[in-house]
């Protein structure tokens, strides 16, 4: 039995709920959606037509899991001290918020397998009518600090929360405990073993980020040299394997899925300086990871997952950038997430075309730049080559339209070997790859 301040005898009675809560992007599912199936080229001859292109792929959407299962969990009775106020999370609770953050962060840092708020609930009086508010409070503290700091790589983002409830009249919530969830490829890993995982990431993080800065300090050249690594050396893994998602799989065994890319951009960036968040969503409704970046005061969009073709193709061909530096109109087109939870984005920066002059304002400069560029491609040497163009005109051609105009220039480059291609829209982009045969080989 537990006395109260004034006196009066309540009975405890703690009762037990298991919350298992969601936050990691599974990406399931993506790599028919975002790329399609094993393409083929289509080839040109000098005597010959374009062959016809394969119709656009239907994304399937799926559910992402977010429903609580709920158990219940057997405990003995532990007493509360003298709580302070009553909280209702209507509000805001800016203090009940920065002690829970703090008890959550050193837990972490600990590597703790099960982090204690009780404290919490000892001087703040929670009404168990408002227990799923403190979930959802504490929920969205733990979420800010999983996007924020990409060194806990190795949970996935979710959690068991525990809570006990004294009863009595309006009884209040005695106390809590969450559980970090790790990935199936990290949740068996001893302290030692875990250890020496993260300082392989670690080594592997730094030596990149000081590769980078040697090659340019220019944070935008930063960025897009750390993109093209990350694609050239990273393969996005066509098994969905869950247990690779993250960013020891993709730095130390070069596979992963969405948001092992996003947890490498994100690491590398912040060892460059630069302020880089994940952001968890869905495209096209399935779950998905990808990351801002604030440059200047003014936050992005960057994709690398979205710029990295599947199957993976010759690391040395050259790398798209459809996905850098863009806003959040342009990313709604393909992405979904709450904004309310993250930065707006509210320029399309595409920084990587306007620093080049690789943009068109109309159709005739779109065909302009097409000549130049296919002009200048050294195909004898590569065998391959890739147009880039950014199209700001409000006329922007259809795919086949855009096909067409590639075709009129390529012709150009016609002789008695054949030519193969593919050209496509991506985000604004006018995206157009060629190859020719050479020999008896495809280049």
């Known amino acids: 039995m537990l006395i109260n301040q004034t ?36 080839s040109l001859s000098t005597a010959g ?18 429903t609580a299962s709920i158990s219940t969990r057997a405990s003995s009775s532990s007493g509360l001290s003298g709580a302070t106020a009553t909280l209702d999370f209507i509000r805001e609770t800016p203090a009940f918020d920065e002690q829970v953050k703090a008890l959550l962060l050193a837990g972490l840092e600990d590597r703790a397998r099960s982090i204690s708020l009780d ?63 790790y990935w199936s490829s990290t949740e068996a890993l001893g302290d030692a073993a875990l250890s020496d995982m993260i300082s392989q990431v670690d080594s592997v993080v730094h030596e990149l980020a000081s590769q980078i800065a040697r090659q340019t300090a220019d944070p935008y050249e930063q960025l897009v040299l750390l993109q093209e690594w990350l694609v050239r050396h990273i393969t996005y893994d066509a098994t969905e394997d869950q247990g690779t998602n993250h960013a020891g799989s993709a730095l130390l065994q070069g596979v992963t899925l969405c948001q092992g890319y996003a947890q490498s951009f994100q690491l590398v960036g912040q060892a460059l300086g630069h302020d880089v968040r994940l952001i968890s ?73 306007h620093r080049q002059n690789l943009v068109a304002a109309d159709r005739d400069a779109l065909q302009k730049q097409l000549r130049s560029t296919i002009a200048s491609l050294d195909l004898e040497t590569t065998g391959y080559g890739q147009v880039e163009l950014l199209y700001t005109g409000l006329d922007a051609p259809g795919k086949n339209e855009l096909e067409t105009l590639f075709v009129a220039e390529l012709r150009g480059l016609l002789d008695a070997r054949k030519v193969y291609y593919r050209a496509d829209w991506v985000k604004q982009v006018a995206m157009m790859q060629v190859s020719y045969e050479h020999g008896n080989a495809i280049r």
Not at 11 to 36: I, K, N, V, Y
Not at 314 to 323: F, G, I, L, M, T
Not at 329 to 346: G, I
Request: include cysteine.
């Open 119 to 181: 404290q919490v609930f000892h001087a703040w009086q929670v009404p168990e009518k408002q227990v799923q508010g403190a979930i959802d409070r504490i929920y969205n503290l733990f979420s800010e600090i999983y996007h924020r700091q990409p060194r806990f790589f190795y949970l996935n983002g979710s959690f068991q929360i525990y809570y006990s409830v004294l009863r009595d009249g309006d009884s209040e919530i005695a106390g809590m405990r969450i559980e970090p969830a």
């Open 49 to 66: 037509q374009p062959a016809t292109l394969l119709p656009d792929q239907t994304s399937t959407a799926v559910e992402t899991a977010a």
């Open 281 to 353: 969503g869905e495209a096209d409704g399935i779950g998905h990871a990808w990351n801002q970046v604030v440059l200047q005061g003014t936050a992005y969009h960057v994709d690398v997952t979205f710029d990295d073709p599947t199957p993976d193709e010759d690391p040395q061909r050259p790398v798209r950038h459809a996905h850098m530096f863009r806003s959040d109109e342009v990313f709604a087109q393909t992405h979904q997430w709450d904004r309310s939870a993250f930065l707006p984005c509210p320029y399309d920066g595409a920084f990587f075309y």
């Open 7 to 42: 006196g009066h005898k309540r009975t405890a009675f703690l009762a037990g709920l298991l919350l298992t809560l969601f936050m990691l992007s599974s990406c399931s599912g993506l790599t028919e959606d975002l790329f399609g199936p094993d393409w083929t080229w289509p």
